[in-house]
């Protein structure tokens, strides 16, 4: 069984009036025993004045004591000397039942009782027991409620911001929740959420612009496709002419099969679904290696490609996935430079100790401005030169991650038309 309301509000009000009924029992028993004992300790004080006073006149002259029990009214009181009773008020015996305190002072020659009433004292503590009984409960309902008024005012940010959060869909992740007060808990909460939701709607962003950009790059060599099939068709064609339509049709073919073979490549990066293996690499003999399989397209451009390894240098990486980011930077070095270009990797270490490969090149330099941008997916300076080049914008994509998944970092330095060096730096480990 659920003893406990589900809501908050009002368990904070239940919890908060049970503490307080507590409190006040405490409270209230505390002080209705100590003003108890500070009562009964003054009548046992009175009644020892009695004493005292009767035992004075009663030695000075018996007489009085007449006179004395007119001036003490209700108190009541017996001097007797043996069986022999000396004086005694009206009303003595006070009855077995009468609310009076007793208080008796005795020697050989005599003996004095006296008996004063207890009624004022029973009364005040009557009248102190009800109003504590009323105030209790007073007091509880009084904390019910107003803890239940304040609980609510508390808790308000709380349903606003369900309120809002419970609106909130993909298609609206720029929506935000309300601040009251940004320093008190809830405040942080909304914050924290903010957060999230800010960091949600730019993946959310990223993930459609890659879409779209994904759609509008495979779309273009499908139409490349269509249209040189459709010219074909409605010509006659020699046969050398038919070899340069199907030539043409699988050049497309070739993009779109390295468009979606990088795209996948990304995806999976970025799901981290690509293991790595690490071991330690020998940088230079993987830019060899590199450079001599990119050599033909460099010849082919009548371009210099130079290899210059300065120091033995190697890094603990993955040595497949970081081959595909250097055959990446060198084929865009190859690429974009000119004709009789020359185009250089360096490997070395640098003073703070770290392993580089740098892929210099001669070509047209990208502005500063750029610099960021280029390796975002799809990215490039200048579409159409890209294009023609047969690039698709995922290569430096690719090559960033590539780099970084090796717990490396990758930069450019370059100006336009000052040529091009892209960097890549990774933790030193000699190779053995
Ligand atoms: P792409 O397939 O277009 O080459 P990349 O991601 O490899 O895509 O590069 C992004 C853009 O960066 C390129 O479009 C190009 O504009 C620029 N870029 C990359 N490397 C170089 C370079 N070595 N020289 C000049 N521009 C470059």
Redesign the pocket.
Known sequence: MRVLPRSVRARLTLWHAAVLAVVICSFSAGVFLFVRAQLSRALDRQVADDLATIEKVYQDEKGDLGELAHRMGLTLFEVAEGETVVYRTRGWPPPATAPVRIGRRADPSHRITVARDETPLRQTLATLAAILMIGLPSATALAVVGGYVLAGRVLAPVGAMADTARKITAESLAARLPVENPDDEFGRLARVFNDTLSRLHQAFEQLRRFTADASHELRTPLTALRSVGEVALQRRLSDEGYREVVASMLEEVDRLTRLVENLLTLTRAEGGRIPLTPSVVNLGELAVGVSESLRVLSEEREQVLKVEICADVGARCDPDILRQALI??L???I???PRAGTVLIAVNVTAAGDAVIE?K?T????APR?HER??E???????A???E???????????RWAVEANGGRIE?E?AEGA??V?RIVLPHASPR
């Open positions: 990446n930077l084929h865009n070095a690429k974009y430079t892929v090149d070509g047209p330099g990208i750029y280029i390796f997916r799809f990215a490039r300076v200048d579409a030169r890209s294009t080049q047969g690039g698709i914008g995922l290569g430096l994509a690719i090559a450019v370059s040529g091009s892209f």
